[in-house]
């Protein structure tokens, strides 16, 4: 149940409490963003229709590269 | 989107903890965790090179005691509608399931989100809407958004939300099982950040990850744990740097905490967990199940609430008994005829082992 769900912000309501969120498989839900300061283009992860978290870009593109470096640190001792 | 996978960076992972030579035993408290570790087979790969991992108390449903449950069959039996998780409706009570009372004709509807709640309380101003708030932190802030919110006055919650960390404390304060490290929860930890771990490394010397949920994630994780033993160490490291950070989320910290107030809570298979429960602080009782209903639920007050008959759910949670030591495991409690929530909850680990266990 903590299932959490990233997608991307495409458009976000005038009353700034719901956005529309694209999953990347064609999904395209409403999502509360009261809980996080969001834009559009941001990533976030959803949960039970609520944005908890944004998601950070560049940390994740970085995640395979930092483990390789982890790893060969941490074997070198 | 964030693609996490290579194969190659998998095996360097295991042949690396498989190097250093240990018999260790760490604790997940997070059904999506379980999931990915039985799906992928992580589980098997693991104790191959001497890792042990059990599930704890990590899924909502499961954890959510008996009186709960007889709770909301008790206020569908009064005609009250009662909206919450798919999987909250099958969990068995003393005599009945939600899904039961709804074949006998009780108003009980499944929702993907408490909004989903409002939104019908909205559309039928003449009945009471009470929506079940079982989850963890990462849950919790979405029902104090809504109580913020002014919803309509036919609504209400029925709080059971419970908090992670006093709960890890008290698997440590019972020392019934060996816990070598804990893989903590990644949305979980989205919500509450780092900080609140700290106090169990300092005091217990036990290391600790917060994970994200893909299958390298994890190895990372367990991959970090063995370092922080081989090298002496017990802190809290953070692998899901891409959700989580130090602090969390802040707004979602001061929304609960102008709804909700900590109290002392009992969990399925413990004894009552000191400051591990939310309860709706006055200023919204209007919104609180439990006071607006008083008078029905008075009744289960003094009851005495009991597990179902030789169902080791408690054990599996306290991490004592792996679910296929249970001896109802998939022979008199399956996910058709279910006897205790573990079978029941995608998030639990009974039904997760036979989901998966076909296919290994």
């Given at each position: 149940m903590c299932l959490a769900i990233p997608g991307k912000i495409i458009k976000i309501d005038t009353k700034k409490e719901h956005a529309t969120v694209d999953y990347g498989d064609g999904t395209k839900r409403n999502a509360n963003i009261t809980l996080v300061d969001v834009k559009v283009g941001d990533y976030v992860l959803v949960h039970a229709g609520f944005a908890i978290q944004l998601l950070s870009k560049k940390e994740a593109q970085e995640t395979l590269a930092l483990f390789r470096e982890m790893l060969s640190f941490g074997e070198g001792l | 989107m964030f693609s996490l996978h290579d194969k190659n960076l998998a095996k360097e992972i295991l042949s690396s903890i498989k190097k250093s030579d240990v018999h260790l035993r760490f604790m997940h408290v997070c059904g999506t965790h379980q999931d990915t570790l039985v799906k992928h087979g992580l589980d098997e790969l693991l104790k191959e090179c001497g890792i042990e991992i059990g599930q704890g108390p990590g899924c909502p449903v499961c954890v959510t005691t008996p009186k709960e449950i007889e709770e909301m069959l008790l206020l569908a039996q009064k005609g009250i509608t009662v909206t919450t998780f798919g999987d909250m409706i099958r969990v068995p009570g003393e005599h009945y399931s939600l899904q039961h009372m709804k074949a006998e004709g009780c108003d009980v509807r499944t929702v993907y989100g408490i909004e989903d709640a409002v939104a019908f309380a909205e559309k039928q101003k003449d009945k009471e809407v009470v929506f079940m708030a079982v989850g963890f932190e990462t849950t919790a802030p979405s029902t104090a958004a809504v109580l913020l919110n002014k919803p309509p006055s036919n609504f209400s919650v029925l709080c059971c939300h419970r908090l992670i960390p006093p709960a890890l404390k008290a698997l440590l304060e019972m020392g019934e099982t060996r816990i070598d490290g804990f893989i903590e929860p990644g949305h979980v930890s989205t919500i509450?950040?780092?900080?609140?771990?700290?106090f169990i490394s300092k005091k217990y010397h036990v290391p600790q990850v917060v994970a994200g949920f893909e299958p390298l994630d994890l190895l990372m994780a367990v991959w970090m744990l063995v370092q922080q033993i081989n090298k002496g160490n017990h802190e809290v490291q953070n692998e899901y740097a891409r959700a989580v950070n130090q602090k969390g989320n802040m707004k979602a910290q001061a929304v609960m905490k102008s709804v909700f107030t900590v109290d002392e809570k009992k969990w399925r298979g413990f004894p009552v967990i000191l400051e591990s429960g939310l309860l709706v602080r006055n200023e919204f009782e209007q919104y609180d199940a439990r006071k607006k209903f008083e008078d029905h639920l008075s009744v289960l007050t003094e009851k005495e609430f009991v597990e179902p008959k030789d169902c080791r759910c408690g054990d599996v949670l306290r991490g004592l008994i792996s679910s296929k030591e249970c001896p109802l495991f998939g022979t008199l409690c399956t996910p058709e005829k279910p006897v205790g929530p573990c079978m029941v909850s995608g998030e639990g680990s009974c039904k997760i082992e036979f989901r998966y266990q076909k296919k290994r």
């Open positions: - | 509450i950040g780092l900080a609140p771990y700290e």
